[in-house]
């Protein structure tokens, strides 16, 4: 099991990309974008352990959680799909998950696979 991730880190990661969710900046990086995908989705698994939904941000990292039944071969029956803008969006509440469905940017199928009640992130809502 991973050291866990200090929310001082989270936000450490997350600080290079907020004006570029936020429109005023161009692109960071891939490795900057990638690096605020990877922490702030280790993070939700984090807080919200299980292996019952899998959150998918290609390419950067998919992670399994939500306490529930587990999933072991092929393709999970609870799965978020969406890009790394809308997913880092998702965990610092500049889009909402309603908002975010409604517009497609991201799917989500199974009946777990609602990831509202966990976002945004609270250490990144400042």
Do not use: F
């Not at 299980?50 to 999970?76: D, K, L, N």
């Not at 469905?101 to 799917?107: E, P, S, Y």
């Amino acid at each position: 099991m991973p050291a866990p991730i200090p929310a001082e880190e989270l936000r450490g990661v997350v600080d290079p990309v907020r004006a570029w969710l936020a429109g005023d900046a161009d692109q960071p990086p891939r490795a900057v974008v990638g690096a605020a995908v990877k922490t702030t989705a280790r993070w939700l698994a984090q807080q919200v352990p299980g292996r019952s939904v899998e959150v998918r941000i290609p390419p950067h990292v998919a992670v399994q959680c939500v306490e529930g039944p587990r999933h072991t071969r092929g393709t999970p029956p609870n799965v978020i799909e969406t890009d790394a803008a809308t997913w880092l969006r998702l965990a610092t509440g500049r889009l909402s998950w309603a908002d975010a469905l409604a517009d497609g940017k991201v799917t989500a199928s199974g009946n777990r696979a609602d990831l509202g009640p966990y976002l945004p992130l609270r250490p990144l809502t400042r």
